[in-house]
């Protein structure tokens, strides 16, 4: 049973415009959320989190909105560029919990056009 | 250098085959990770340890051992490789809050 679900595989969007990736969870015990991009032949990097305390967290061109009561997130690129174009995978974890260990998503590949 | 280093890059092993993966970390972390990606499947957690003397199983364990030789040491163990096996492995180290991940061995199992 996924805890974590992108349902999204893949999303094309043109240069400059708005790129969202979303993402579900259905464990409520997560309290803290975090997106990572993949490029080919590279190990995932970090690029954002949120804390369940929030609602939104912006980070230049990266915005990640939390609806905690939809167990719902969504990462906005602004402008949108080519070199955005990897994979992103959405991952959410309980660090204080007794694992503290991140669920990833599937990932959903996204395609910035010229 | 790499905070996190994983050897080998590539490996094209055959069935039956005993392989090991290395992963180590200058982060100074005590949790290590490793985890299998499959094309559409995400990243899934195969083993994790949170310190030295701690093995934990994630959610594909099976077919697979680790070893925690130090703190910045994690290795990861097909005691009898099966073409199943065939992805992109990635090592990874965390706190509380961050992970850091190598850039990944792909093995392929003939």
Redesign the interface.
Known sequence: DQQVKQNSPSLSVQEGRISILNCDYTNSMFDYFLWYKKYPAEGPTFLISISSIKDKNEDGRFTVFLNKSAKHLSLHIVPSQPGDSAVYFCAATNPQGSQGNLIFGKGTKLSVKP | DAD?TQTPRNRITKTGKRIMLECSQTKGHD?M?W?RQDP??????IY?SFDVKDINK?EISDGYSVSRQAQAKFSLSLESAIPNQTALY?C?T?D?????????TRLTVV
């Open positions: 996190v949790r990770y985890y559409g499947l995400g990243l899934q957690l994790y994630g990635f990874a965390s509380h809050y961050g992970y850091t991940f190598g850039s990944g």
